[in-house]
């Protein structure tokens, strides 16, 4: 990984609700933790109606998620990757998925349950979770109210966290 | 105590404004003149802006400067044209002697002398733009060219403008100017058209200049790390105190391709007038008076004086009043 690889975000562009089929890629990859999730698979496949191979990667224990890396590294070229997983899972497979060449072009993500948000303290330069909807939080680390911003940083892995004193905003 | 007191030496920003024109977001870019290439600038401020500098990458060092390790040969190129500007604009101030490639950047005015060999990043305690940087009162952003975007790599910053080194670390020209809330006539954001400007344009040999402005009230720097100290104070502006409080931020701009990396360094001079020193250019005063009063929301926003715009265009107006007045 380089510092400007992609990463996993709640606004990634890979992002999808639904699969398509991208016209120019030769090949399918489907890499799924859920096999329940048979439909939203079945729907891209009907899509492609067999103009595209395709591979169907069902990931069911922790070890088949640790070689995954395996499986994403012997792709050729034209390789469109779909995965569908929860949000720790995903991150996984996305992350060595980039560290085997793929673009975010080249990648949709469709996450089952909910995505994670972090933001970035720029008080203390901690890092942590946030729900998916709040707009403000208290850094764990150094105990200030942070705005949460609209801005991601890959580097820092988090949106921007603002930090602001509640008793003067209120004042004003 | 950084305000400009030779006022010749002030980038006033609106020069290029005619008369009785606003103020509206363009890509305001030209080209240096032969004459103008060099950044190198030494205002009467120039020690007390140093010291503070320095002071703030001592206690901050995180903050005010990052970098990538595979930066270094980037950097020294940067080091390099610096101290070669230095010498060429102000003999009297700077020297640099190179035997071999041990070489020796004497400042005469602190009285100082960096010893090293020249690509050794050994031979330095901080990396070559870190300490070559610290002799010059500007900031620095080294953006490195790829993929047809320019990344922020190197960055050693101390009048920050909602910026900061480590938060804009590795990212991108656009990512960098996400809250420019702005797009061009041709429905182009800004800041993509601004970058497909500079990398068309910016070319070695070839640097380009272009004024930024800004109000700050009653700070020399407003970075997101200090957000909770700064965000309050834009309110304690009153028509009365303005004067005193609020000042015009003035950040000259200045872009260079770098030949050997083909990155673009962004070289900010930033500069301060108090808008009570307004009052000793009235042509100044009455044009920042016209251009304050018309600034649309969304640009008051963005550039963070939405609390304290109004204050200053009151104090402007009857300082515009008392002057006139003088005047006759």
């Known amino acids: 990984m380089v510092y400007n690889s992609p990463v996993l975000f709640d606004k990634s562009a890979t992002m999808v609700e639904k699969f398509t089929v991208r016209q120019k890629r030769r090949k399918l990859l ?15 496949l009907d899509e492609s109606n067999g103009q595209q191979q395709y ?3 069902e990931i069911h224990d922790e070890f088949s998620l640790k070689n995954i890396g395996d499986v994403l590294n012997r792709q050729k070229m034209g390789t469109q990757l779909y995965i569908l997983a929860p949000w720790d899972e995903a991150v996984t497979i996305f992350t060595e998925a980039i560290e085997a060449g793929f673009s975010e072009d080249e990648i949709q993500t469709h996450i089952l349950g909910e995505k994670k948000r972090y933001v970035y303290c720029m008080k203390c330069y901690h890092l942590q979770e946030v729900e998916v909807d709040e707009t403000d939080t208290i850094c764990y680390h150094c105990q200030i109210s942070l705005e949460i911003g609209p801005f991601f940083s890959r580097e820092r892995k988090g949106y921007i966290g603002y930090p602001y004193n509640p008793a003067l905003v209120i004042a004003n | 105590m950084f305000e400009s007191t030779n006022l010749d030496l002030f980038p006033y920003p609106f020069h290029n404004i005619k008369e009785g024109s606003n103020y509206r977001y363009s890509n305001d870019l030209r080209k240096l ?7 190198v600038r030494v205002t009467p401020e120039y020690e007390k802006q140093i010291k503070r500098k320095r002071q703030l990458l001592i206690e901050q060092p995180n903050v005010r400067f990052q970098s990538y390790p595979h930066t270094m040969e980037m950097q020294w190129e940067v080091a390099e044209m610096l101290m070669t500007m230095a010498v060429e604009a102000h003999p009297e101030h700077f020297k640099l002697e190179k035997n071999g490639s041990q070489w020796t950047f004497h400042n005469l005015i602190l009285n100082e002398k ?17 300490l070559i940087g610290r002799h010059f009162a500007t900031d620095f952003v080294l953006m490195v ?3 047809d975007n320019l990344y922020l790599e190197v960055a050693q910053e101390s009048y920050a403008a909602l910026f900061s080194p480590h938060w804009n670390k590795g990212m991108t020209f656009d990512e960098i100017h996400g809250p420019v809330p702005f797009v061009s006539r041709t429905g182009v954001p800004l800041a993509e058209k601004v970058r497909q400007f500079l990398l068309t344009n910016v070319l070695p040999g070839e640097p380009w200049t272009r004024i930024n402005w800004n109000l700050m009230a009653n700070r020399w720097d407003v970075n997101y790390e200090t ?9 304690l502006v009153t028509p009365e105190n303005a004067g005193e409080l609020v000042r015009l931020r003035v950040e000259e701009q200045f872009f260079y391709r770098m030949p050997r990396s083909n990155a673009i360094l962004f070289v900010l001079n930033t500069q301060f007038l108090a808008m009570k020193d307004l009052a000793q250019r009235p042509e100044w005063l009455n044009q920042t008076y016209s251009i304050l009063s018309d600034i649309p929301k969304p640009m008051a926003d963005y550039k963070g004086f939405t609390p304290f715009i109004e204050p200053t265009v009151e104090y402007l107006k009857n300082l515009v009043q008392k002057v006139s007045l003088q005047a006759k």
């Open chain 1, 30 to 44: 489907i890499i799924s933790t859920l096999p329940r999730e048979a439909g939203l698979i079945q729907q891209l």
């Open chain 1, 55 to 57: 591979e169907l990667i």
């Open chain 2, 33 to 39: 003149d032969r004459d103008r290439m060099n950044c």
């Open chain 2, 114 to 130: 960096e010893s090293f060999i020249f690509g050794d990043a050994s031979s330095i305690e901080l990396e070559p733009l870190d």
């Open chain 2, 145 to 147: 060219n790829r993929d």
């Open chain 2, 227 to 235: 957000h909770d100290t700064w965000g309050p104070t834009r309110y």
